[in-house]
């Protein structure tokens, strides 16, 4: 199996964040979401307080009956504070290339959205921001190996026979070509998320990071030029 366990994330700090508009926001924030065309709607709903290491004030599985922003933000009413977290989950279409043989799929791919109360954790928004999006695997807007962007030179030696099998594949110009239009899609669709979220909500500042790359939104943006 391919390495996969980094994560990406967005992080977002309002202009202002009071105890008074924080449903507001977070329900403009959620309305931003491109959910799945087969998937739709948010599907599990987690509010938290005081700090992580408390179990959750209220927890509800939405899959049987998925709903819309303002349906979330109507069953947080009675517990967000400031010293509250809300996380919730849905589904966005990405290209993933997977499969035996492997092929090119548009599927559901999970993503979770957090609010973070300016008590919430010591504070933690600070650091991750008022609002925070964790898009799911890195790879499917950097890819795999280093194979992706202007800075690969040589081929990479594979650390793994599954990682062999793939760059073998992606040793064809055909192959290497699909996996960078596929893959510049799915940075794109990223971008247009980023973008909405910066007109619905008074945005102060945003940063987009990952768990493997020391500067994400450069690799994308890397990525996007190459020819």
């Not at 980094?6 to 700090?13: D, P, R």
């Not at 924080?22 to 087969?38: Q, Y």
């Not at 793939?166 to 239009?181: G, S």
């Amino acid at each position: 199996m391919l390495g996969m366990s980094n994560q990406a994330y967005l992080s977002i700090w309002c202009k202002d964040f009071p105890e008074e508009l924080i449903l507001e926001r977070f329900e403009k924030f959620l309305s931003t979401v491109p959910f799945s065309a087969k998937n739709p709607g948010f599907t599990h709903l987690e509010i938290h307080a005081v700090d992580w290491t408390e179990s959750p004030v209220y927890e509800q599985d939405l899959r049987s009956v998925p709903l819309d922003a303002a349906s979330i933000v109507e069953l947080c009413k009675a517990y967000v504070h400031n010293d509250c977290c809300i996380s919730v989950r849905s589904h966005r279409d990405l290209w993933v290339y997977e499969g035996d043989p492997a092929r090119w799929q548009l599927e559901a791919q999970s993503v979770e959205l957090l609010c973070y109360g300016l008590d919430f954790d010591e504070g933690i928004w600070r650091q991750d921001g008022h609002l925070e999006v964790n898009f799911g695997f890195e790879h499917l807007f950097t890819g795999h190996a280093g194979l992706l962007g202007i800075r690969q030179m040589t081929r990479p030696k594979a650390e793994s026979p599954e990682e062999e099998h793939f760059l073998e594949a992606m040793a064809r110009p055909e192959n290497l070509h699909n996996y960078y239009e596929k893959t510049r899609d799915n940075i794109k669709k990223l971008f247009d998320w980023v973008r909405r979220i910066e007109k619905e909500l008074p945005v102060a500042k945003l940063r987009l990071w990952s768990e493997g790359e020391e500067n994400f939104e450069a690799r994308l943006e890397e990525i996007l030029a190459a020819r």
